[in-house]
């Protein structure tokens, strides 16, 4: 059983910039990916970053791209996500997620592929 708990999430302003982090601990960290998700109020759970088991590879949403980067830390066990010019519509709870995933260049993966969740981290960015 792995467990993870995310951490940094704060109230920011617009324009702000924020790291992410999560620390992995019951399992064996290097052989699952990871990814961020995040929800937002009335919303559903959508895909933020994600990276391969080697950190190599990594995937992100259209509407952070270029904005977040997402890295992780083998020795650590952690996995980061680094945020930059944050935006109103970047307010939400974020969740870090790992499992093993179908991982394919250009396709995003999807929650379901993830097995285990941190109980998150809210982020709030005002305008």
């Known amino acids: 059983q792995v467990q993870l708990v995310e951490s940094g999430g704060r109230f920011v302003q617009a324009g702000g910039s924020l790291r992410l982090s999560c620390v992995a601990s019951?399992?064996?960290?290097?052989?699952?990916?990871l990814a961020w998700f995040r929800q937002a109020p009335g919303k559903e759970r959508e895909f933020v970053a994600a990276?391969?088991?080697?950190?190599?590879?990594?995937w992100y949403a259209d509407s952070v791209k270029g904005r977040f980067t997402i890295t992780r830390d083998n020795a650590r066990n952690t996995v980061y996500l680094q945020t930059s010019n944050l935006k109103p519509e970047d307010t939400a709870v974020y969740y870090c997620?790992?499992?093993?995933?179908?991982?394919?260049?250009?396709?995003?993966?999807?929650?379901?592929?993830?097995?285990?969740w941190g109980q998150g981290t809210q982020v709030t960015v005002s305008s």
């Open positions: 997620a790992c499992g093993r995933p179908a991982l394919r260049l250009g396709v995003l993966p999807t929650a379901r592929e993830y097995s285990y």
């Open positions: 990276v391969g088991w080697s950190g190599g590879n990594t």
């Open positions: 019951g399992g064996t960290f290097s052989s699952y990916a």
